[in-house]
């Protein structure tokens, strides 16, 4: 090696393929002539399923994203710490390929529960991720105009990479929907790109893409067909960024989410709830107070029942004041009754709760 360093536990030993030791993940050695003219289509099934799955998520966080959210929190805790110790895995030989893969999947569940339950953590990693695809594509676009590479250009990368990183995550903690809304629509359409170029051409477009971030000579991309499989990415983020805001992204808060309230936010809802007891209140003792002026005292029916019973069988072909028109009583059936006392004691049980 021109570096100097051996093969061992930190360094594997190169092969033909960039990634090495992954499985499914070879390039092929055809000439690149060879390989512009037709797609292979000898996937590794494993592989091919995890990609497969990738794209289901990057659909969710480009046009569901904000919609999700605990979901897209999950996801990204998930996502990147099982990729992160998948790859600290694969520099050492002291576990097979299925062992390193549960090891990793273990703690991707582990630190997707963390970003999912604990807020601030979910939104400081979503800005993160935010912050190191913008700053990508920046050194893309600078690579395409800069003529000579500069001194130190490894580490002027890896400071850009940083700081961006750093700063939107910091303010997607102020800015929470609206720098969510771009991160998920950024990330998912590079989760959707990246599907795509593996099926495609087997991931050669992001090889060149990693080339051109660090800065190394410019070459040209491995297949005419490779400049539509990177239009993609944009084409994704500008569509996600329209849907979320006007269709999946509109009406709901993250808070409103995290409550369990499922009714948009408004300064004046608990307001118009209360005028609205208030007023149906009102409506019931009105009810009632007519009820009683019409068909006289409710409590006091069977009390004048019998006493008319008892006047009719005193007195008989004399007039009594309890049979007159001016004091006539309405007998209310006892359905009717029943439903009033319950109302009024309803009514009265009310008050105390209120004050």
Known sequence: MASGAQPGSLVPPRTNSTLGVIPGLRIPDDPKVERCTHVDTHYNLTVAGVWSVYIIFGLLYTFFGYRCFKTVMFLTGFIFASCIVYLICLQGVLMPPYGNAGVALFAGLLFGLITMLVQYVGLFMSGLHTGVLIAVAALIVADHFMETKPAGSVWLCVGVLLVSALVFAILNLYFRKGLTILGTSAYGGAILTASIDYFVERLSMIYWVRDRVTLKPAVAPPCWFSWFVFAAWPSFVVAGLVIQCAVTGRGTHHADMAAGRKKPRGPNSNG????????????????????????????????????????????????????????????????????????????????????
């Open 272 to 355: 118009r709830t209360r005028i609205d007891r208030a007023e149906l209140r009102q409506k019931k003792y009105r009810y009632l107070y007519q009820v009683r002026t019409a068909h006289g005292d409710v409590i006091s029916q069977n009390f004048v029942q019998a006493l008319q019973k008892k006047d009719s069988e005193s007195t008989t072909g004399e007039c009594s004041t309890l049979q007159s028109d001016a004091t006539h009583l309405t007998i209310l059936p006892d359905a009717q009754l029943s439903a009033l006392t319950e109302s009024e004691d309803d009514s009265q049980t009310e008050i105390p709760t209120q004050r």
